[in-house]
């Protein structure tokens, strides 16, 4: 209880029980918002294709600009030709993650899948994996290692310090910053939504403070508008890491 505000407690944000029964593994809303997500994915590209036209409209247009965009502004950027390869499962990537982040400002969910730690991690540890499988199938498992933990050009003193750090850098750092930057910053923002939504709803029945639900009003539409574009900024960061490592596997001289 704040000021005569009451609030609910943090929990409450994050924890949601399963549809039926008790069970932790249970299916839930944020297993739900995960399933929706997959499937808009797999509908929205399906959609594209299935009318095809030389001149691409509707679906087709958005879906060939938001390829397109994954093409120069990531995988061009970051990799290079050679990955145009690994453009499904990138592409793929960045539009599970967008949606499953809308969620936040969708009536009825309002909250981002990814605002539990689970579906981030499980996110970055495929790409954890991904991106070694793709530098043993580009460099062989001697040669890859060999290279993510002694560096060429390091005076070979160096490597008792240079070492443990790449191996920690890149085998552990990254899996872990991966999952976290989009946990917290997700995770953040629902909480900054909640607080001024609960704000709006108490001051409205508050009549001394009526006067200032303009005011948080504003601030829950402003910031709707802000984590909308945090979705997206959040989905981009984490693909364009996924192809930074990539191309880290692919070219080891970069």
């Known amino acids: 209880?704040?000021?005569?505000?009451?609030?609910?407690?943090?929990?409450?944000?994050?924890?949601?029980?399963?549809?039926?029964?008790?069970?932790?593994?249970?299916?839930?809303?944020?297993?739900?918002?995960?399933?929706?997500?997959?499937?808009?994915?797999?509908?929205?590209?399906?959609?594209?294709?299935?009318?095809?036209?030389?001149?691409?409209?509707?679906?087709?247009?958005?879906?060939?600009?938001?390829?397109?965009?994954?093409?120069?502004?990531?995988?061009?950027?970051?990799?290079?030709?050679?990955?145009?390869?690994?453009?499904?499962?990138?592409?793929?990537?960045?539009?599970?993650i967008l949606i499953s982040n809308l969620f936040e400002v969708i009536p009825g969910f309002q909250m981002p899948a990814n605002a539990r730690m689970g579906g981030p991690a499980f996110l970055a540890l495929l790409t954890w994996a991904f991106f070694i499988i793709v530098g043993i199938k580009h460099q062989g498992p001697g040669k890859y290692f060999k290279n993510s933990l002694f560096p060429p050009g390091v005076p070979k003193a160096l490597y008792i310090l240079v070492t443990p750090i790449e191996f920690i850098s890149t085998f552990l750092v990254r899996p872990f910053s991966l999952a976290v930057r989009l946990f917290a910053n997700m995770l953040a923002g629902h909480i900054l939504l909640v607080t001024f939504g609960v704000l709006c709803a108490t001051l409205w029945v508050l009549g001394p403070l009526l006067a200032v639900l303009p005011f948080s009003f504003f601030m829950l539409v402003a910031l709707t508008g802000f984590e909308i574009m945090v979705s997206f900024l959040q989905a981009y960061i984490f693909t364009i890491l996924a192809a930074v490592y990539l191309g880290g596997a692919m070219h080891p001289e970069h």
């Open 1 to 96: 209880m704040i000021f005569g505000l009451e609030f609910p407690p943090i929990q409450n944000l994050v924890e949601w029980e399963p549809f039926a029964g008790d069970s932790w593994y249970g299916f839930n809303k944020i297993a739900l918002t995960y399933l929706i997500a997959v499937l808009a994915t797999v509908l929205f590209f399906w959609i594209a294709a299935s009318g095809r036209q030389l001149v691409p409209k509707g679906a087709q247009n958005l879906a060939e600009s938001s390829v397109k965009f994954i093409e120069d502004g990531i995988i061009m950027e970051t990799i290079g030709p050679d990955g145009l390869r690994y453009l499904p499962y990138l592409a793929s990537l960045f539009f599970f």
